[in-house]
């Protein structure tokens, strides 16, 4: 496997790459609804592209106010750190804009993932689009 690297990415120029992945995880895999899943966010919304070889394999996104939301990786290339790389990338960014608390909403069966990072959980769980969440929290040092 090659070396997966992770840039920012513009939500216009590339809007089709981020679409593809999320559509792929969000709409097509865990049927969350297009209306659910484009949101007005977006367009103000810093974008991550993780790719390998030049190949865009998953995304997320960060709001100005330290929510993170939206991170997918495609099917092929989960259990290879992508999403580790992800969220350091994005927990990176999020702390150069001087967010010392960032903030996401995970699917439950995310968690474990999410508390490596150093997020907690701070809610109890409820339903998003029909799938089992809990809001989680991370405080920088």
Not at 6 to 27: G, M, P, Y
Not at 126 to 138: K, N, Q, S, T, Y
């Amino acid at each position: 496997m090659s070396e997966i690297q992770v840039r920012l990415a513009d939500w216009q120029q590339d809007n089709a790459d981020l679409r593809r992945i999320r559509e792929a995880v969000f709409i097509a895999e865990q049927s969350v609804s297009p209306e659910l899943e484009w949101d007005s966010d977006d367009a103000e919304a810093v974008h991550f592209l993780a790719l390998e070889s030049g190949y865009p394999i998953g995304t997320a996104r960060l709001l100005v106010d330290g929510q993170i939301g939206r991170v997918s990786v495609l099917r092929d290339w989960r259990g290879m750190n992508v999403g580790g790389a992800l969220m350091q990338a994005v927990i990176a960014e999020a702390e150069r804009r001087g967010l010392t608390e960032q903030k996401l909403t995970a699917q439950v069966h995310a968690t474990s993932f999410y508390e490596r990072l150093g997020f907690t959980v701070v809610s109890d769980e409820f339903l998003e689009a029909g799938i089992p969440h809990v809001d989680m929290l991370r405080k920088s040092h």
